[in-house]
């Protein structure tokens, strides 16, 4: 706006970047009177809103995990009580310059067994589940550090979307996602019948693997070959883990990586993500009983 643009020269502390109001005025076509009503005039009600919700916006996209976009302050206003449009968070945040990460582009590292043990894809894409612990998910993927390659294991379940176990190292043997399986055992101690979905990648199709979940009362499930949306809700976690934390900045090497990983999964990823496939609420949120970001901003609803 023109007479902001006046203002914001008229008062510069610095001498040589000041100029008179008259002047400036005269090259920007705008007359005097009009500058000095448009100082005297009192801010809107509209635009106190907008100074008080911009400020909510810059603490909750510096506090929360990561560098999130619209969609994800949206919801964490929601969550909090604040009844906006999404437009207007644009508007307001674009006027900041603040904007989320975009995800790098994602590689194929899925490697099939010379000798698989086969297992039916109990799934189907159905990855829209109700109760907790029934039905989970798991992939591998590889992070490149000083110390060479580490590989990251997980296990989510597919209602709360919550990382119930993960195992990092520096190989790719089947123990690496057997053991992320019983971490996630110990913590969650499903019911036998548990569904395992995966993608068709040597360490699920192994003996050892398929001897694993036979013991453990594992239904063993695999999505098609060469279609990453059969195991969609394991990628996404794996692009946003990446561009979130991995690619934030360079890694030593194991040790230093775990910690990070550690930190970020269990004290950001499970409690303060906020997911689209759920409402927006939070994997934490979702298994304390929530189902909307209504019930959250007013608990008696």
Not at 147 to 166: E, N, P, Q
Not at 177 to 205: K, N, Y
Not at 245 to 270: C, K, M, S
């Amino acid at each position: 706006m023109k007479y902001a643009a006046i203002a914001n020269w008229a008062d510069s502390d610095d001498p040589d970047d000041a100029f008179p109001v008259a002047f400036m005025c005269v090259q920007l076509d705008v007359s005097r009177s009009g500058y000095y009503d448009w100082r005297r005039r009192l801010p809107s009600r509209r635009e106190l809103c907008d100074a008080e919700l911009a400020d909510r916006i810059g603490e909750l996209h510096r506090d929360l995990p990561g560098q999130p976009g619209v969609r994800r302050v949206f919801a964490e206003l929601a969550a909090h009580g604040w009844r906006v449009g999404r437009k207007r968070v644009w508007r307001l945040m674009r006027a900041q310059g603040r904007q989320g990460r975009t995800p790098w582009r994602w590689r194929r590292t899925t490697i099939a067994g010379r000798r698989p043990i086969d297992a039916p894809d109990l799934l189907a894409q159905d990855l829209d589940v109700e109760a907790t612990d029934t039905r989970w998910c798991g992939d591998i993927t590889y992070i490149d550090t000083v110390d060479g390659f580490c590989f990251l294991a997980t296990v989510i379940d597919l209602a709360s979307r919550r990382v119930v176990g993960w195992a990092l190292d520096q190989h790719l043997r089947t123990d690496l996602v057997t053991d992320a399986l019983t971490q996630a055992l110990a913590t969650r101690r499903p019911e036998p019948g548990l569904i395992f979905h995966s993608d068709r990648g040597t360490q699920f199709t192994s003996h050892k693997f398929a001897h694993f979940c036979a013991d453990h009362g594992i239904r063993r499930s695999m999505g098609r070959r060469a279609t990453c949306f059969d195991n969609a809700v394991a990628e996404s976690f794996f692009a946003t883990y990446k561009k979130e934390l991995i690619h934030t900045r360079p890694w030593n090497g194991l040790a230093e990586l775990r910690q990070a990983t550690f930190v970020w999964i269990e004290g950001d990823y499970n409690r303060r993500w906020r997911h689209s496939a759920l409402g927006y609420l939070t994997p934490s949120e979702y298994e304390l009983g929530y189902r909307s970001l209504t019930e959250i901003a007013d608990p008696a609803a």
